[in-house]
């Protein structure tokens, strides 16, 4: 069995994403990794050089700024990285630069690229998620938060990155997947507010016209985490690649879980119903379950 990561990144440094961490985390199952590195205001380049590791393989690209709706440049840089996998490449493992993959679930993962690698009808392995907000400590909790991803794709020519590069398509349509007992640890909302602030504005002018960033972007040079709905407190353990990341966290977090903050009373009651049940009522699905 052969497989193949890969990932995009650009401006790494600038707006502190976890990438040298979300790479390493997935090292160890890929036989190489392509990582598309996007021209960058910050030395992320170099950054990507520095891993020690003969697997990876850099395709330096230009992102088209000019693409603002959707976040369809993120797409357009993902596809770019998973053309250059190798031809003979069972399996392609995608990780985003703020994503990261905890050993514990290595088991897993290779039990399920083996069990799945020649049944054709599975084209993608479902992963679940933890999404850490504020800090390393606290999990968003509420329904809002995706629940599952498609991060293993089948080498598949016809397949391609959909929208925002949050999952994949096969000429059009949802992949046929297999869900296996492996999360993937997501640290996007955790870094430094005025970091956080800084990463919001860049990233939403991927979706959004200048108009739209004026109304709904407020002018500040500090994220406010406070307005977050619904938070518990995480009880795992993080990534051993995350350690040293977290040794250097250097601002303040605090929240209460008991408090919650949702804006209607529907959005109260479907909370109880997931909680309770664990039931997302209208969940959107980017996948097919078989």
């Known amino acids: 069995m052969k497989v193949s990561g890969f990932s995009i990144v650009r401006n790494a440094i600038k707006y502190d994403y976890p990438?040298?961490?979300a790479i390493t985390s997935v090292l160890p199952y890929c036989d190489e990794f392509i990582v598309a590195v996007g021209k960058s205001d910050d030395q992320t380049l170099s950054l990507i050089r520095s891993i020690p590791s003969d697997k990876i393989k850099i395709l330096e690209t230009i992102w088209d700024d000019s693409l603002r709706e959707g976040g369809k440049v993120l797409a357009l840089e993902t596809d770019k990285a998973l053309r250059a996998c190798s031809a003979d490449s069972?399996?392609?493992?995608?990780?985003?630069?703020?994503?990261?993959?905890?050993?514990?679930?290595?088991?897993?993962i290779t039990e399920g690229m083996r069990k799945w690698k020649d049944h054709k009808e599975v084209e993608g392995l479902l992963f679940h998620y933890t999404h850490f907000y504020g800090s390393y400590d606290f999990t968003g909790d509420s329904r809002d938060w995706y629940a599952r991803e498609i991060r293993i794709i089948r080498n598949d020519s016809r397949i391609h990155s959909?929208?925002?590069?949050?999952?994949?398509?096969?000429?059009?349509?949802?992949?046929?997947?297999?869900p296996i007992e492996a999360f993937v640890y997501h640290y996007g909302w955790v870094k430094p507010p005025?970091?956080?602030?800084?990463?919001?504005?860049?990233?939403?002018?991927m979706w959004h016209d200048d108009n739209w960033m004026k109304e709904h972007i407020p002018k500040?040079?500090?994220?406010?985490?406070?307005?977050?709905?619904?938070?518990?407190?995480?009880?795992?353990?993080?990534?051993?690649?995350?350690?040293?990341?977290?040794?250097?966290?250097?601002?303040?977090?605090?929240f209460d879980p008991s408090k919650k903050k949702f804006k209607s009373a529907k959005a109260k009651l479907?909370?109880?119903?997931?909680?309770?049940?664990?039931?997302?009522i209208g969940e959107y699905r980017n996948y097919k379950i078989i």
């Open 19 to 21: 990438i040298v961490e």
């Open 270 to 280: 479907l909370h109880f119903f997931f909680k309770k049940l664990g039931w997302k």
């Open 90 to 108: 069972d399996w392609c493992f995608y990780i985003q630069g703020d994503e990261v993959i905890h050993e514990q679930f290595g088991p897993a």
């Open 194 to 205: 005025e970091l956080q602030q800084a990463k919001q504005e860049s990233f939403h002018r």
């Open 220 to 254: 500040t040079t500090s994220f406010d985490y406070s307005k977050i709905d619904s938070l518990e407190r995480f009880q795992g353990t993080h990534p051993a690649v995350m350690k040293e990341r977290i040794k250097k966290t250097n601002w303040e977090f605090s």
């Open 162 to 178: 959909y929208k925002d590069a949050q999952g994949f398509r096969l000429d059009g349509r949802k992949l046929n997947v297999k």
